[in-house]
């Protein structure tokens, strides 16, 4: 069974920015595409980016492209999410999934705030 732990999170103020982990263990994380979600209060959980197993093909949502990268380091069976530009309205819980495997992550807070 798949692992995954989120770590990064934070509280930051408005313009600021965050790097968010995702550790991945007890899969060929190599192998699999991963995503990044989030999900505010009283929100529906949505898909931030996702990443092939290799990193090439990348996809953002339209809220966040331009302002959010997301890489992956096969090496360390880690991916990343690097979060500039922060608004208030990105404040929620963010979580690693593997859609293919549908494994989650507990998730981090994210609060972006003066």
């Known amino acids: 069974q798949g692992q995954l732990v989120e770590s990064g999170g934070g509280l930051v103020q408005p313009g600021g920015s965050l790097t968010l982990s995702c550790a991945a263990s007890g899969f060929t994380f190599s192998a699999f595409t991963m995503s990044w979600y989030r999900q505010a209060p009283g929100k529906e959980r949505e898909l931030v980016a996702n990443i092939g197993p290799a990193g090439g093909v990348v996809n953002y949502a339209n809220s966040v492209k331009g302002r959010f990268t997301i890489s992956r380091d096969n090496a360390k069976n880690t991916v990343y999410l690097q979060m500039n530009s922060l608004k208030p309205e990105d404040t929620a819980v963010y979580l690693c999934?593997?859609?293919?495997?549908?494994?989650w992550g507990q998730g981090t807070q994210v609060t972006v705030s003066s």
């Open positions: 999934h593997t859609p293919s495997r549908n494994y």
